[in-house]
């Protein structure tokens, strides 16, 4: 049993089986409560270009995505 599956892994079954991703990732609890927002297009933007960043962007990226978050939420 997969308890925490890999949102990268879940884009890449979902692109190879043509699934909607945003539909298997709120199946799975991968996205957070506000994944029905997001198009699935935007979805696999965000995803296909984290994937290209080296490990130091990701990091940046995810600093950057977190304060979004956080600002969203005052």
Not at 9 to 20: K, N, P, R
Not at 24 to 52: F, K, M, S
């Amino acid at each position: 049993m997969i308890r925490q599956p890999d949102p990268a892994l879940v884009w890449e079954l979902a692109q190879l089986y043509e699934l909607d991703f945003t539909l298997l990732a709120q199946w799975l609890g991968v996205g957070g409560e506000d994944l029905d927002d997001a198009t699935p297009d935007v979805t696999g933007r965000i995803i296909r270009l984290v994937l290209n960043l080296s490990a130091e962007q990701k990091l940046h990226a995810l600093g950057l995505l977190e304060q979004l978050n956080r600002e969203d939420r005052t």
